[in-house]
């Protein structure tokens, strides 16, 4: 497998190629999954401009998918959003599906069990890439389900308020995020990472 390079992972967290979001500065942009118009602006400027977006909260669906293992789930607050970042498996230029909509309850795939989400709504995140490597077993993303996501700190955040590891199952690993709202979100695919970011309020026009 490939290992994403520093710089990349930064530009990823930052914004799909924008500014690293460091000391008083931080990111916005719009991406989709044939290409990315982005913009870097400061704090200062994204209260100015108010944040607009023309996200939704409605599903998100992407079925063309190829299969490669989970192996790291990275989150990072910005200007106007919060971000999560799925890095799977080496997948040269080949798609990676996902589905994500706000569900009542996330129940866990299998057993039907109801997974707790803390939160006024919750998103639920469903990543074409187990937790495990489908040619031999390995376990290749700790986590265990109903638990926070290993080494995810949502300190400070203004959008994610929890999230939970709902398991793997049939070749997708399921994730809950617990937000305010059913707030706009949108999701990307960009080289072997799919992209999760929630707005920090309601699509606003000026």
């Known amino acids: 497998m490939r290992r994403l390079g520093t710089a990349l992972a930064a530009l990823l967290l930052a914004g799909a190629g924008l500014t690293a979001l460091a000391g008083s500065s931080a990111t916005a942009g719009t991406a989709g999954g044939t290409g990315a118009t982005t913009e870097a602006v400061t704090v200062a400027a994204a209260r100015t401009r108010g944040c607009t977006h023309s996200w939704s909260s409605r599903p998100k669906i992407s079925t063309?998918?190829?299969?490669?293992?989970?192996?790291?789930?990275?989150?990072?607050?910005?200007?106007?959003?919060?971000?999560?970042?799925?890095?799977?498996?080496?997948?040269?230029?080949?798609?990676?599906?996902?589905?994500?909509?706000?569900?009542?309850?996330?129940?866990?795939?299998?057993?039907?069990?109801?997974?707790?989400?803390?939160?006024?709504?919750?998103?639920?995140?469903?990543?074409?890439?187990?937790?495990?490597?489908?040619?031999?077993?390995?376990?290749?993303?700790?986590?265990?389900?109903?638990?926070?996501?290993?080494?995810?700190?949502?300190?400070?955040?203004?959008?994610f308020r929890d999230v939970r590891y709902g398991g793997s199952f049939e070749g997708e690993t399921q994730i809950g995020v617990g937000v305010p709202a059913r707030l706009p979100f949108r999701v990307f695919q960009m080289g072997n990472h799919v992209v999760l970011d929630v707005a920090h309020r309601p699509r606003r026009l000026r």
Do not use: K
Request: a negative charge; aromatic letters at 8%.
């Open 64 to 159: 063309d998918t190829d299969y490669a293992p989970l192996m790291h789930i990275r989150t990072g607050p910005h200007a106007c959003f919060d971000r999560m970042v799925f890095d799977i498996g080496d997948l040269p230029g080949n798609p990676v599906g996902y589905r994500v909509a706000y569900v009542d309850e996330l129940h866990q795939d299998g057993s039907g069990a109801v997974v707790p989400v803390s939160g006024g709504a919750v998103l639920e995140v469903r990543v074409a890439a187990p937790s495990h490597d489908p040619e031999n077993g390995e376990v290749t993303y700790e986590g265990r389900a109903g638990a926070p996501l290993p080494g995810v700190d949502l300190s400070g955040y203004r959008t």
